[in-house]
């Protein structure tokens, strides 16, 4: 192939009760100046009238390939639409968000000319009152292989945990599918899976994915279970990844693994909607002093992991008093908070 048109994007989008927004989702993506698409639109058994919307964009344009199923959650959704895809690249469209008319052709513009496995870029976070950009800059990253993998698992902001503004190769993907046990931050596991795989990405700060934040979408919901308990579950399997084969990397899940408990325990204690799970704590407590343990003897502690650590372990009120404080100052317990 030489002519970039030939090359076939699936976008794969997973749809459950989003009759209202799927239609600005869809004509984003069709009105993509890459057209050379196969869309691939799942409709995990939606009760509200979100297949009639998938039937009738299917009969107006060809390159919609609709596929209904019994509800069994995202990442089985994604993974029906994974064996199904036949494209050269895959990305990923949240059915109740949008993107740029010409996201998919910069992603892939970019992957050719860097010779990248990955092309990602930037967001914009949507709320009904602000928009949040993250973080356009316009700034190019080449990351190898290496790079790559420590850019997206040092929280650094340069690789997003999500799927849904990047680019990849069907081969890089391979094999790889979503945790369909896990509910919250699947997707960050993938990435780490996929990012082992690839010898290149390439990372264009420009904000062409709009995500939106709207009441009971997945980043505003209620506390529940999987919400809170799903996060350490990722960590830790990204941890045993790496466990005897990547001291470096096994460092950086053993930090992100620590973080998470401790962030988990604070809401345990500090969050009303989190009480129920109250019985949770002395768990959650002796996994933060099996990790900070292995941490200290690393020598990876943070100065903030200490100081919260010393205060779980020895003063868990005052803990508890100085982020409830903390909180009802700065509000950022409520940064995705939608009313």
Known sequence: MSDKNDYKISVIVPVYNIEQYLPRCLDSILSQTHRNLEIIVVDDGSTDNSAYVIRRYAKKDKRIVPIFKRNSGVSDTRNKALDRAKGDYVGFVDGDDYIEPNMFEILLDNALQYNADISHCGYQMVFPSRVDYYFNTGTVREQDNRRGLTDLMSGNNLVEP?????????????????????????????????FRNARKSVFEDKPLYHYILRKNSAATSEISEKKLFDGITVRERIMHLFENNDEELYQMALSGLLMNNISLYRTLVTNP?????????????????????????????????KMDCFLIFYIPLVYRLLYKCYFAVTKSDRKYEVK
């Open 162 to 194: 999500g799927i849904w503004n990047k680019l990849y190769t069907r081969e890089v993907i391979g094999k790889t599918r979503m945790a369909s046990d896990i509910k919250i931050n699947e997707d960050y596991l993938f990435n780490v899976e996929v």
């Open 273 to 305: 909607s989190a009480k129920k799970f109250g019985d949770r704590k002395g768990k959650v407590k002796a996994s933060i002093r099996k990790h900070y343990t292995k941490a200290k003897q690393l020598g990876i502690l943070t100065k903030r992991m």
